[in-house]
């Protein structure tokens, strides 16, 4: 009996479970097989309090940026109005002349 080197072989992916068929002698994947889909709804009851709980934090989420949303004219007007007065305590000074102007 005679061995044949093998030419490829059977690896499965640690982190996502796929299949993976490789040529040895040119180190590529020659074939991908997806992992199986799981079932993700094992209990419809959990199923939907899982989305009640989505539901509750995408309500929480746009209250939360509506609320962002409305003291944001608040705050730039807040920074207007310090940056207005530091302008008007600092003195105006001219640039500083450039090279070109100088000729």
Do not use: N, Y
Not at 74 to 99: G, N, S, Y
């Amino acid at each position: 009996m005679s061995e044949t080197p093998q030419t490829s072989t059977e690896v499965t992916c640690p982190c996502c479970q796929a299949r993976l068929t490789i040529d040895l002698s040119l180190g590529v994947v020659l074939h991908h097989e997806p992992p199986p889909k799981a079932s993700a709804v094992t209990d419809l009851k959990e199923a939907v309090k899982a989305l009640d709980r989505q539901t509750a934090q995408r309500d929480a989420l746009f209250k939360e940026r509506m609320q962002a949303e409305k003291d944001k004219g608040k705050v730039l007007d807040r920074k207007f109005q310090q940056l207005l007065k530091k302008a008007k305590e600092e003195p105006a000074t001219p640039p500083p002349p450039r090279d070109i102007d100088l000729d």
